[in-house]
């Protein structure tokens, strides 16, 4: 089980916050693991239709969408940043 | 020495005056202090507010990794980055930055790069409430923001 947390408009098209799935084996990188949650239903397609405006953290720390995700407890997904 | 840069996510307001003389206070060796707030602005009146929401956790993890390698950098004296999120008026300070070094230039650089780092790294989004009612539409990240980060490296 990994914890996936969203946000901004990530987290508003998804419905939620935050979740803890179980990944199937092949879903390796941050990319793949975009790919897979894209196929888990109609909100989820729509957050990520764009995968490549789609920031990842791992552990809370920003990573490149071929970063293996093995051992993550935490993952975030969240649009580029706007602060300042 | 390793110089501590102090760190700060909250939902209230902060004071610069007091900020800097927590930086400044029983010392003589600063020589510049740099201080940059930045404010949320009406667009010619056409909004209200501002909706910060932030990573819990991480926002104060980025903004730090950001200013141990601006006090490297720069070889900074001193460095306070106060981010604040919720919802943020018109007119309101969301954002501050204080850099203190023994000459101005890296006081004015070391500012700099922590705001232009901060913008582009820290997990901060914005969302607009407008005059007229309206809400919901997400500030979009600018490429110039990307760019002026990219001319620090």
């Given at each position: 089980m990994v914890k996936l947390v969203y946000f901004a408009w990530v987290r508003e098209r998804i419905g939620k916050g935050e979740e803890e799935i179980e990944l199937p084996a092949?879903?390796?990188t941050a990319g793949d693991l975009i790919a897979h949650l894209a196929t888990l239903g109609e909100e989820y397609e729509n957050a990520l239709q764009?995968?490549?405006?789609i920031r990842v953290a791992i552990n809370q720390e920003h990573v490149e969408?071929?970063?293996?995700?093995?051992?993550?407890r935490e993952i975030g997904l969240f649009p580029p940043m706007t602060g300042g | 020495m390793t110089i501590l840069p102090t760190i700060r996510v909250q939902s209230t307001d902060f004071d610069v005056a007091t900020e800097t003389a927590a930086i400044?206070?029983?010392?003589?060796?600063?020589?510049a202090l740099v201080s940059f707030t930045g404010l949320c602005r009406d667009e010619g009146g056409a909004l209200t507010a501002l909706e910060l929401e932030h990573y819990p956790g991480m926002a104060e993890a980025e903004m730090r990794r950001i200013a141990l390698e601006a006090i490297e950098r720069f070889q900074l004296q001193a460095l306070t980055a106060i981010h604040r999120f919720g919802r943020i008026e018109s007119g309101e300070q969301i954002v501050l930055v204080i850099a203190a070094s023994p000459h101005r230039q890296a006081a004015f650089d070391g500012a700099n790069f922590v705001m232009d780092y901060l913008k582009t790294a820290a997990p901060f989004w914005k969302k607009e409430h407008m005059q007229d009612g309206t809400s919901g539409q997400w500030v979009s990240a600018k490429d110039a923001d990307d760019r002026a980060r990219d001319k620090w490296s």
């Open positions: 092949d879903v390796r764009f995968p490549e405006a969408h071929d970063e293996p995700i093995a051992g993550a | 400044t206070n029983g010392r003589r060796d600063i020589g």
